[in-house]
Nanobody
Framework: QVQLVESGGGLVQPGGSLRLSCAAS????????MGWYRQAPGKQRELVAS???????DYADSVKGRFTIFRDNAKKTAYLQMNSLKPEDTAVYYC????????WGQGTQVTVSS
């Protein structure tokens, strides 16, 4: 069983930055593929970024060049650094861990507005 707790969301102006954190409980964090998803009002949840156990990353086209996903296995934490934020990035952001099972965090709100 893995519990994921996201933090770091908030209100930011367009062009600003935020760093989201996803702290995992339990052992064997390093075996999980970690991902960040987001869901805007009235829209389906979408994959934003993922990172494998070996550090390979993948990004949605809409965030390439602006967002960076990374992980610290010693701290059992995954991060999403978000730069050059746009109003269309406004959503609830969810952390996801996948191995044998799939686990989700409770989500953290990100609002980009002037």
């Amino acid at each position: 069983q893995v519990q994921l707790v996201e933090s770091g969301g908030g209100l930011v102006q367009p062009g600003g930055s935020l760093r989201l954190s996803c702290a995992a409980s339990g052992s064997r964090f390093s075996v999980y593929v970690m991902g960040w998803y987001r869901q805007a009002p009235g829209k389906q949840r979408e994959l934003v970024a993922s990172i494998t156990t070996t550090g390979s990353t993948d990004y949605a086209d809409s965030v390439k060049g602006r967002f960076t996903i990374f992980r610290d296995n010693a701290k059992k934490t995954a991060y999403l650094q978000m730069n050059s934020l746009k109003p269309e990035d406004t959503a609830v952001y969810y952390c996801n861990a996948q191995w044998v099972y799939v686990y989700w965090g409770q989500g953290t709100q990100v609002t980009v507005s002037s």
